[in-house]
């Protein structure tokens, strides 16, 4: 039987370096789907993780990969309840593709509730 486990969050400077490595096709001690991951759940720099999200979406070859870091931004909307506009427009982007896996659809339905539904949802309980 397979757990998961949640990774744990990297400090930016290894993150940094596993992330490079992994796209420039080199050899890491850290899987960077787990860093990235570990980013996208724990990291308080929204900014950051999300920069990395993009990069490894535009820049990698690894399709799960690109795919762990549509789930991330799924995540990061769910957890500050705001991406940048090009991130959105990429996780619509990346759902679209049919190389990938099924978790471009988990970010889908992530920035479509917390970025749309549910401020939106919010507004009118306001009267707004």
């Not at 920035?111 to 401020?119: A, D, G, I, K």
Request: net charge negative.
């Amino acid at each position: 039987m397979d757990i998961y486990e949640n990774p744990p969050l990297a400090p930016h400077g290894q993150a940094d370096e596993a992330l490079t490595a992994a796209l420039e096709g080199r050899n890491q001690a850290l899987s960077p789907n787990s860093v990235l991951v570990g980013l996208a759940l724990y990291d308080d720099d929204r900014i950051f993780v999300e920069g990395w999200c993009n990069r490894i979406a535009h820049e990698s070859t690894d399709l799960w990969l690109v795919a762990t870091a549509s789930l991330c931004l799924g995540h990061l909307a769910r957890r500050f309840g705001y991406l940048e506009p090009e991130s959105v427009m990429l996780v619509r982007r990346l759902a679209e593709r049919t190389d990938l896996d099924g978790r471009v659809f988990s970010a889908l339905d992530d920035v479509t509730f917390f970025l749309e539904e549910l401020p939106n949802r919010r507004k009118s309980e306001q009267g707004d």
